[in-house]
């Protein structure tokens, strides 16, 4: 159970393009879901916070208007990455909170690997 | 602020051998510890978790980690590795007092290395 599915698992887009990622709890609800960045050999620097029905918490430095988050249902977030560069080239991942307490472990979607040309 | 270190970027050991990936945290109030293992080009996948009780935690796959408050350290260990552990470790923290936020902080990576 807590699968999250991640799609598309990767894309190469040109620049000055948008690029959509979407990230679906599959067999539980997620009010709360999390949008990732990993650069190579690096940790995860977690973007945003995407919040059911209501707007996402950016963390500091991570421009609103260029990674747009809409979470417009319990299953389902979306990351938007607006007229992207190649700066912007990178690994995303979301993960949601699994069912249960508050200390339930994070399940992870298996990432976009985002290529801008 | 909530913070994780893992000492080593990479671990080298051999099949058979045990293996341990070293963690420490700081938090504000009482940690809630976890780890992680990711494949290249994939997500993150749970291997265990702390959240209280025993200080000794088992988990997925074999491995198991041990909670040492005094140390503040939550390192994971394998009593004998194999080839497939070969992978990028992280260890993470949350702190338990929600004013501390809900965020969960990544330590930098361990990558683990199992030799034939």
């Known amino acids: 159970g807590a699968v999250v599915s991640q799609h598309p698992s990767w894309v190469i887009c040109k620049s000055g393009t948008s690029v959509k990622i979407e990230c679906r709890s599959l067999?539980?609800?997620?009010?709360?879901m999390f949008w990732y960045r990993q650069f190579p050999k690096q940790s995860l620097m977690l973007m945003a916070t995407s919040n059911e029905g209501s707007k996402a918490t950016y963390e500091q430095g991570v421009e609103k208007d260029k990674f747009l988050i809409n979470h417009a249902s319990l299953t389902l977030s979306t990351l938007t990455v607006t007229s992207a560069h190649p700066e912007d080239s990178s690994f995303y991942i979301c993960?949601?909170?699994?069912?249960?307490?508050?200390?339930?472990?994070?399940?992870f979607g298996n990432g976009t690997r985002l290529t801008v040309t | 602020a909530q913070s994780v270190a893992q000492p080593e970027d990479q671990v080298n050991v051999a099949e058979g051998n045990p293996l341990t990936v070293k963690c420490t945290y700081s938090?504000?109030?009482?940690?809630?510890l976890f780890w992680y293992v990711q494949y290249p080009n994939r997500g993150l996948q749970f291997l265990l978790k702390?959240?209280?009780?025993?200080?000794l935690v088992k988990g997925s796959y074999g491995f198991e980690a041990e909670f040492n408050k005094s140390q503040t350290s939550f390192h994971l260990k394998k009593p004998s590795a194999l080839v497939s552990d070969s992978a990028l470790y992280f260890c993470?923290?949350?702190?338990?007092?929600?004013?501390?936020?809900?965020?969960?902080?990544f330590g930098g990576g361990t990558r683990v290395l199992v030799k034939p």
């Open positions: 067999d539980f609800q997620a009010t709360t």
């Open positions: 993960s949601a909170r699994g069912p249960g307490t508050g200390h339930s472990p994070l399940h």
């Open positions: 702390y959240i209280t009780g025993d200080n």
């Open positions: 938090v504000s109030g009482n940690p809630y």
């Open positions: 993470a923290v949350r702190g338990v007092i929600k004013a501390a936020g809900n965020k969960l902080t």
